[in-house]
């Protein structure tokens, strides 16, 4: 059983065939998806399209935030919006922390004072109502781990994580998982291979990014962009790449993700489908 824990389902590449998408993940043993939100505006989309798909998929679960890619689009007033999306879904067990938020030194048209801006807003809001956050942390590591060190945060989880195993014993000492995908399984990504060997297991989860950061073989395969049922396949050769049995990786991942997102751990609670054997 394996989830993806990060995956923009309400991207435009699904419009009109999440159905068929959910059910290809579904087939491969995907049994949980987060879905992060990007912008302010997409907070009640992003809600409305996770309840809608959650017969479907009862693990499919969101989390509500501005993408530092979006803050040049982005009002200072949208932190007040996101925070009260987050109260009006705090009673949904299908809300379960605050994000995608962070800082991305990588994309040079970003404002880097806006983009402290917003993300320490949501950090306190992180902070304010105890929930863990999903990170984008791109060339970022030390700026968000400062932020951090700050703050009583409930931990999270740092996406696409690509730092050094200095960084990464940070977030991890923090209470974070990292997050690792497609990426991985291009061997020119010496860096991400290397951590994904060093690490301890229970410091590691998976995800797609999907539709973005696809794996090694999809244009190859004539494949337009990546989606969580892609996710057992990366999987693979991630366990590969750490040496051990793809079932033992499946457990290992679910358990760290349940113990780093409680809400999704108390979800997954009330179905059995979504228990995995202690």
Not at 40 to 63: E, H, I, R, W
Not at 109 to 132: G, I, M, T, V
Not at 138 to 162: C, E, M, T, V, Y
Request: net charge negative; proline share 6%; with cysteine.
């Amino acid at each position: 059983m394996w989830i993806d824990t990060h995956c923009h389902l309400d991207a435009p590449e699904f419009a009109g065939k999440l159905s068929t998408v959910i059910d290809a993940a579904i087939a491969k043993n995907v049994q949980a998806v987060l879905v992060p939100a990007v912008k302010a505006a997409d907070c009640p989309l992003v809600k409305a399209l996770v309840n809608q798909f959650s017969s479907q998929m009862p693990g499919l679960v969101y989390t509500l935030g501005i993408h530092p890619i979006y803050i040049n689009q982005a009002k200072e007033s949208d932190v007040n919006i996101v925070e009260q999306h987050i109260i009006q879904s705090l009673s949904d067990p299908r809300f379960i922390g605050v994000g995608e938020i962070g800082l991305d030194y990588f994309v040079e048209s970003l404002d880097p004072h806006r983009q402290d801006f917003f993300f320490n807003a949501q950090l306190d809001l992180a902070e304010k109502y105890q929930l863990p956050v999903i990170l984008h942390v791109r060339r970022s590591q030390d700026a968000i781990l400062k932020a951090l060190r700050r703050r009583n945060i409930p931990g999270g989880i740092a996406h696409a994580f690509n730092g050094s195993l200095q960084q990464a014993e940070q977030f991890i000492g923090l209470g974070f998982k990292l997050g690792f995908g497609g990426a991985a399984t291009y061997e020119r990504a010496l860096q991400i291979r290397r951590l994904l060997k060093e690490l301890p297991l229970e410091s590691i989860v998976t995800e797609t990014d999907s539709p973005d950061i696809p794996p090694a073989w999809l244009k190859a395969e004539g494949i337009a962009f990546n989606e969580p049922a892609f996710l057992p396949r990366i999987a693979q050769e991630l366990a590969h790449i750490r040496g051990i049995r793809e079932v033992e990786f499946a457990n290992a991942v679910w358990r760290n993700a349940m113990q780093v997102l409680p809400r999704l751990s108390a979800l997954c609670a009330n179905h059995p489908t979504l228990q995995i054997a202690s």
